[in-house]
């Protein structure tokens, strides 16, 4: 007996996402129209100015929307892997090809356009992780197996944060999310949580006196479990690594950091910096959001927006024009439209019959759930200032296409659920 798939171009093909991501790109658009409007140059299409280009990544964007759902989707489980090798060898690139920008650099240029190929390493991270877990009799108790789906998402972290992109790297950390969704020891997340307040506590107290703190917690767990031979093995091993976790926090963020990084970090820690403003952005931002109210000043009249008194407001700060301009009721609109999506992807996730496409839709919401976490976090004072844009509402267009191509393979994925075989 033969068998053929039916399908119609458009079968399958889930229309809330597919609104919710106009919702959002509109929004976008708005918002950076707002934050660099010019009342010399009022054309929303004017080329010159950020929102006229930011009108040609949208165009792009849709392109490439469509693109992707011509594909067939065999195609992304098949050369899952060979997608992640090539996006690698971009970011290797990058520390010969690389061009710096805002002190970063993690940029090539590519005519007039500025490529960032940390932002499409979180596809090409989603799509391996979710070709190497779908595999049959994939077990998280082998530790080979644990190694491999620790390491396809940690190498590229450290490509990034060599490249001194913090905030992109630290977006990766999602994907343990989605270790954790399907099968990876909940002590994993403790060690992450221990590691997250060593580094804090790295930071903020003096790294001897700290050593003075883990020896004596060192020495109390060992006297109440003496009679163990291996308590004390582990102690001590914990010990170790604790120690030489603590002096190499203290290498990375002296000598690895650029000078600004540092200073945003010690400013979120709330410890004296010797630079004047340094925490002008962000105190800016909060002012921005504040002054909106309740109900906001209205589209184009925020006045910390038009006189440009937050830095980056197109960009890592586009949030903060939104309050100002439509206030509580739109800052909490924009939230609930994102939300939505993320909860419209669990939901995808979940009715899905292959388990690559399950896997990949619980990155894909890993994904947007950390980078609006960061980016608000960033603009109210909550997260250091590290360069994360919101998702289809900042300005960019390696940022916007990187997220357009993430959710449309999730859409075509979804869509061939549906397949018809006679």
């Known amino acids: 007996m033969n068998y053929q ?53 949208i165009i792009g964007a849709l392109i490439l929307a469509g693109a992707v759902l011509l594909t067939d989707s065999k195609f992304y489980t098949t050369f899952a892997y060979i997608i992640y090798a090539i996006i690698m060898l971009m970011l290797a690139a990058v520390f010969v090809l690389g061009t710096s920008h805002k002190g970063d650099k993690n940029w090539i240029d590519i ?10 390493a979180k596809l090409a991270v989603s799509l391996a992780l979710a070709k190497f877990l779908s595999v049959l009799n994939i077990n998280f108790k082998d530790t080979k197996t644990r ?48 590691i997250i307040l060593l580094s804090i506590l790295a930071l903020v107290f003096d790294k001897l006196i700290l050593m003075l703190v883990l020896l004596i917690i060192s020495g109390a767990i060992l006297y109440i479990g003496r009679r163990s031979r291996n308590s004390i093995f582990i102690v001590l091993i914990s010990f170790l690594f604790s120690a030489g976790y603590v002096f190499a926090t203290d290498f990375v963020f002296n000598h690895l950091l650029e000078k600004h990084q540092q200073v945003r970090v010690n400013v979120l820690l709330g410890k004296k910096v010797d630079v004047k403003d ?8 909060k002012i921005a959001i504040g002054s909106g109210g309740f109900l906001g000043k209205g589209f184009l009249q925020g006045t910390l927006t038009r006189f440009n008194f937050v830095p980056m407001q197109s960009t890592d700060f586009i949030f903060c ?15 609930a439209i994102f939300l939505a999506l993320m909860l419209r992807i669990l939901f995808v996730a979940q009715r899905q019959r292959s388990r690559f496409s399950m896997i990949y839709a619980y990155c894909v919401a890993g994904i947007i759930f950390f980078h609006v976490l960061i980016n608000i976090g960033m603009t109210i ?7 994360v844009p919101l998702p289809f509402i900042s300005y960019g267009g390696s940022s916007l296409w990187s997220f357009t191509i993430l ?13 018809i075989l006679r």
């Open 5 to 57: 798939t039916i399908r119609k171009p458009n079968q399958g093909i889930d229309a809330m996402l597919i609104l919710l991501y106009f919702a959002l790109v509109l929004v976008g658009w708005m918002a950076i129209f707002a934050s660099t409007y010019d009342e010399l140059q009022p054309s929303i299409f004017d080329l010159d100015k950020s929102y006229g280009r930011q009108f040609i990544w």
């Open 111 to 120: 005519g007039s356009f500025q490529l960032q190929p940390s932002e499409f």
């Open 147 to 194: 190694f491999i789906a620790l390491s396809i998402f940690i190498f590229p972290t450290l490509l990034i944060i060599l490249q001194g992109d913090l905030g992109s790297a630290l977006v990766f950390f999602s994907f343990f999310l989605v270790l954790f969704r399907f099968g990876l020891p909940g002590y994993y997340l403790l060690l992450g949580v221990y």
């Open 278 to 285: 340094a925490d002008y952005n962000v105190r800016q931002s």
């Open 321 to 335: 024009t939104i309050g100002e301009e439509f206030g509580f009721i739109g800052t909490t609109l924009l939230l």
């Open 381 to 387: 004072g909550l997260m250091p200032v590290i360069g």
């Open 407 to 419: 959710l449309f393979i999730l859409v075509k994925l979804d869509g061939d659920r549906l397949a």
